[in-house]
């Protein structure tokens, strides 16, 4: 760009029978001009570039937040799962409510961030079908700690997959 500007510039003087004098002036005025653009392009290339890089940390951190948040709710689960009743008929019921409870506002909260981490949560196959079924358990929380189990599982491979499910955050 700046060889075609000075070859204007040799143009302009040759055509107009402009002075030695106003070429030179005429250069240098160009020249500094060119000089203040070219400083101006590669500051807004940099400042392009960091803007990037803060975004990228952001986006790293918020995903951080997003895995911390659900590991979170993971151990909630499996303190749910390890605390499941063996006889009380209230206790089991506060249990089962608890569970539903988890549940909910996992779904939630997944749905809150990423629609397809939600849609897996509310998957019930894991690819086996193992009946979780325990001698300590109370024959009323089975079927919900089976589906504690599937959904602890599912969590799991949202956090391991997370570049998968977890995609814009």
């Known amino acids: 760009m700046s060889s075609a500007i000075f070859t204007f510039l040799g143009i302009y003087t ?8 106003w070429l030179i002036v005429a250069s240098f005025i160009a020249g500094a001009l060119l000089s203040y653009l ?14 990037q890089l803060e975004m990228d940390i952001r986006e790293m951190r918020d995903k ?3 895995k911390l948040y659900i590991s979170r709710l993971a151990h909630d689960g499996y303190g749910i799962f390890i605390s499941a009743p063996c006889d009380d008929d209230d206790a089991i019921k506060r249990w ?9 506002d996992t779904h939630s909260f997944l749905l809150s ?5 939600a849609d897996r949560f509310q998957e019930t196959y894991l ?7 325990p001698a300590w358990a109370h024959q009323d929380t089975l079927a919900d700690l ?7 599982l599912i969590l799991r491979e949202i956090i391991e997959k997370s570049d998968i499910y977890l995609v814009g955050h």
């Open 14 to 21: 040759l055509i107009f029978h402009k002075s030695e004098h």
């Open 38 to 51: 070219a400083c101006f392009l590669t500051w807004k290339e940099e400042r392009n570039k960091v803007s």
């Open 96 to 104: 089962i409510w608890r569970v539903g409870k988890w549940r909910g």
């Open 113 to 117: 961030q990423s629609p397809l981490a």
């Open 146 to 152: 089976n589906m504690l189990r599937r959904k602890l």
């Open 127 to 133: 690819g086996d079908d193992i009946f979780f079924s």
């Open 64 to 66: 951080a937040g997003v």
